[in-house]
């Protein structure tokens, strides 16, 4: 079973930066789909990007588009999510999860089968 734990998350001002990680206890993760949703308060959990295995492919809400970036690095078990441009509605707790299908790159939090703990971002305006 995988495991995986955010870091990263923390207090910024609108249209500042934060870089989130994810780190994935076990190698096998590598073969995964990963993504990044967020739940704010009061609210449903919401997709943010997707990303395959092999990085080739990327996927992101379209509030994040242009904003936001994930990536990956196989070699040491990580998902990132670089958080640019950041406004007061990106504030949320922000989860890391993985998806065992290697076919897609779902938006959706109930295909995916491992989740962190969770990472607050807390954007002030």
């Known amino acids: 079973q995988v495991q995986l734990v955010e870091s990263g998350g923390g207090l910024v001002q609108a249209g500042g930066s934060l870089r989130l990680s994810c780190a994935a206890s076990?190698?096998?993760?590598?073969?995964?789909?990963m993504g990044w949703f967020r739940q704010g308060p009061g609210k449903e959990r919401d997709f943010v990007a997707a990303?395959?295995?092999?990085?080739?492919?990327?996927y992101y809400a379209d509030s994040v588009k242009g904003r936001f970036t994930i990536s990956r690095d196989n070699g040491k078990n990580m998902v990132y999510l670089q958080m640019n441009s950041l406004k007061p509605e990106d504030t949320a707790v922000y989860y890391c999860?993985?998806?065992?299908?290697?076919?897609?790159?779902?938006?959706?939090?109930?295909?995916?089968?491992?989740w962190g703990q969770g990472t607050q971002v807390t954007v002030s305006s």
């Open positions: 999860a993985a998806d065992r299908s290697t076919l897609r790159l779902s938006p959706k939090w109930a295909e995916y089968e491992y």
């Open positions: 076990e190698r096998t993760y590598s073969r995964y789909t």
């Open positions: 990303i395959s295995w092999s990085a080739g492919s990327t």
